[in-house]
């Protein structure tokens, strides 16, 4: 592992996406979406996906020249057309739309249709929070999650994260995949030869597994079992059919570039409070958070990211050497 400043990690992924038929405005963007994850402790989704990103961007799977199309389609709903390129640069213009919106109607969905890997779907509802905003996120992915009851992938994992602004604290983000663990962290097991826990897929045959490149081969187990299963199809129904985009079984690959475009789908909720609760939401916010964290050992979601996204900031984080060679020879 090698060490390496915020910075120079996003100057150098920036560098080796635009070299790889990707725009400098959108290299931008999701270079500085890859080295957050990797900033808050989640290396699955950070730089370790840029050697995929920028072999699908040269060989066309997706678009990294393309710029998102966004309409307002009723007073309170807005579609965005990522254009089959990354999803980053989409969801950023439909943040910044929704953030012009919300001071007039309270509410707004947003729409993502034709999109790629949505990366940790906690920094899209993020800046929603910092506005002062109740946001949630949803994305589907390839087919990774049998419906309950099958033996054959359907669904992706199917993240969904929550922002809640938080008066005199840090925002209330949670953030996790559907499945029992995020996809991502099997694919890492697989590259590094790791096993994985017994309980977080199946084979190709349906039987559970330790060995990750079978499980990768095979499908993962939804998180609460029959329940997980049904939130899961609820995301892909908000996400992918909704927008008009490919479902999980119809979705190519995030790790090659390999076929047509994921084409996958996004959809956000965000709330103003203060047309609800209005200024009692955060008196009410903070009896609740003070009965959560009156008890030993319980927590907020969030913190734990914030901190690591502090040290991140000023320690810089560790990367695999290799990785970073291959950045460097991308770079050029």
Request: aromatic fraction near 6%; charged fraction near 15%.
């Amino acid at each position: 592992m090698s060490n390496i400043g915020l910075v120079q990690l996003r100057d150098l992924a920036t560098a080796a996406l635009t070299t790889s038929k990707t725009s400098p405005e959108n290299a931008a963007m999701v270079a500085a979406a890859l080295v957050k994850a990797d900033a808050d402790g989640i290396p699955s989704h950070g730089v370790s996906r840029l050697p995929a990103y920028a072999d699908q961007a040269r060989a066309g799977k997706v678009d990294g020249l393309v710029k998102p199309i966004i309409t307002r389609t009723a007073a309170a709903t807005i579609s965005v057309d990522a254009g089959s390129g990354f999803a980053v640069p989409a969801i950023r213009a439909g943040i910044s739309a929704a953030l012009d919106i919300v001071p007039e109607t309270g509410m707004v969905g947003i729409g993502i249709a034709h999109s790629h890997h949505g990366g940790v779907v906690g920094h899209h509802v993020e800046p929603f929070a910092d506005a002062g905003l109740i946001a949630i996120g949803f994305t589907n992915s390839p087919a990774a999650i049998a419906p309950w009851g099958g033996n054959r992938a359907l669904f992706g994992t199917n993240p969904i994260a929550f922002a809640c602004p938080r008066s005199g604290g840090q925002p209330i983000v949670a953030d996790f995949s559907t499945s029992k663990v995020a996809r991502g962290k099997i694919k890492l097991a697989a590259d590094k030869g790791e096993p994985i826990p017994g309980d977080w897929a199946v084979d190709a045959d349906g039987h559970p597994t330790t060995d990750a490149k079978a499980a990768m081969a095979g499908s993962l187990l939804p998180m609460g079992d029959a329940k997980g299963a049904a939130l899961v199809m609820m995301i892909e129904i908000l996400s992918a059919t909704l927008n008009a985009s490919n479902h999980g079984f119809e979705a190519s690959s995030f790790f090659d570039d390999k076929g047509p475009p994921p084409n996958i789908g996004q959809f956000f909720i965000v709330i103003d409070p203060a047309r609800f609760g209005g200024a009692k939401f955060q008196d009410r916010l903070a009896v609740l958070v003070g009965a959560i964290l009156d008890q030993p050992g319980t927590r907020l979601p969030g913190p734990r990211r914030f901190a690591l996204r502090a040290n991140a900031e000023a320690d810089g984080v560790n990367i695999p050497e290799g990785l970073l060679a291959d950045l460097r020879a991308r770079a050029g």
